[in-house]
Every structure is written in C-alpha cells, then in structure tokens.
C-alpha cells in the first residue's frame, strides 16, 4: 500500500501548514452549508475534520491508515474517526451535509461503489467538495509521462472534468460548480441531481 505509516508521519510533521490549508477549504465550502455533518474521506491524520469542528461542522473522517487514524484520535482528540473504507462504515442514509475527497478519488479501485455510497449518505442538500488532478488542465504536458501525476501504482484513474462528470450524473450527482486553479487539479462542488 503505498499510504502507509511513513506516509502519514510525513503529513504529520507538516501539520500546522496543512491545517491552514485546511480551515481555507473549509471555509470555502460555508457558502454552500455553513452547519452539519461533515465527512472527509481519506481524512488521513484528520486537519480537514480538526478545521470542520473549528468551523462549527460536526467532523468526521474515514481512513484505510493505521498510523495516521490512530494520530487523529491519539494526538489531535478526534473521536469521529473511522479506519477502513467508507462503504463498510455504514452511515445512515442523508447522514452527512459535506463530504470532500480532496485527492482521494484517483486512489480508489471502484469508483461506482464509492460514488454510489457518496450519494446514498448526502444529505438532500448536501455538498461533495472533490478535488483531483485534471488531466485536461491546460498546463499538464502533452507528452503524460513528464507529468508528476502519473503514478501508476499510486493513481489508478485521470479525470477531465467530462469524466467526472460522467461518473457522478450516473450515480444521480452532478457538479454545482467548478473552481479554477493555477495548479493542475480539478476543484468541485457537486450535490444530487434535482
């Protein structure tokens, strides 16, 4: 597995930079939901769920990682963390008002089960907050393999914001909104189907 303890660590030890990056996206995510449940998915060691709480959310966190869920609970006090993947922890249908998968969803190897979990614990109106390298960005290279974001062992799929598209609008999802962004990744907002 390649997010193992080391990974984890490393998150840990950058920490404070981290969280600050955090409370932004947090903070982003208010003009849509400003109280609720909030679910990171792939919280790792939990800063998304720490800022959540600061942000009067209700944090949550899932994660397949020992080490870093263990940090979560252990280190930062987060006791709404969950370790194993999200379609066994059973949530409640509607459960959550924000989900985010910031950098998970290129990781996971079926992409239907989770998206079809993700949609089946939103509530009504409720927000996914995903973000995910682009691979139609205009400034990822022509020739891919220059591109730091192929990682065949690490990334198992490469979205377009088309593709995602695609992926949710099966599942009864659509994108609400997409945030531009210097850097390669693709940054949405997206909510059920109306």
């Known amino acids: 597995m390649t997010y193992d303890h080391a990974y984890s660590e490393h998150y840990a030890n950058k920490a404070d930079k981290k969280l600050r990056r955090c409370r932004r996206w947090v903070n982003r995510v208010k003009k849509f939901v400003c109280a609720g449940r909030w679910l990171d998915v792939g919280c790792s060691i939990g800063l998304v769920v720490m800022a959540a709480n600061e942000a009067g959310f209700e944090g949550h966190g899932v994660d397949v990682e020992g080490w870093g869920v263990a940090y ?69 290279p022509r020739n891919l393999s220059s591109w730091g974001e192929i990682k065949p062992s690490e990334h198992l799929y490469y979205f377009s914001k088309h593709t995602l598209s695609r992926l949710l609008g099966k599942h009864g999802l659509r994108i609400m909104q997409t945030r531009f962004h210097f850097k390669p990744s693709l940054r949405v907002y997206a909510g059920h189907i109306a």
Do not use: C, M
């Open 72 to 140: 979560a609970r252990n280190q930062l006090g987060l006791s709404n963390i969950q370790q194993g993947f999200l379609e066994d922890q059973k949530y409640p249908d509607g459960y959550f008002s924000v989900i985010s998968l910031y950098d998970v969803i290129e990781h996971v190897p079926d992409l239907n089960l989770l998206v079809k979990e993700l949609k089946r614990i939103l509530a009504a109106d409720g927000i996914i907050d995903i973000i995910t390298p682009d691979i139609k960005h205009w400034r990822v």
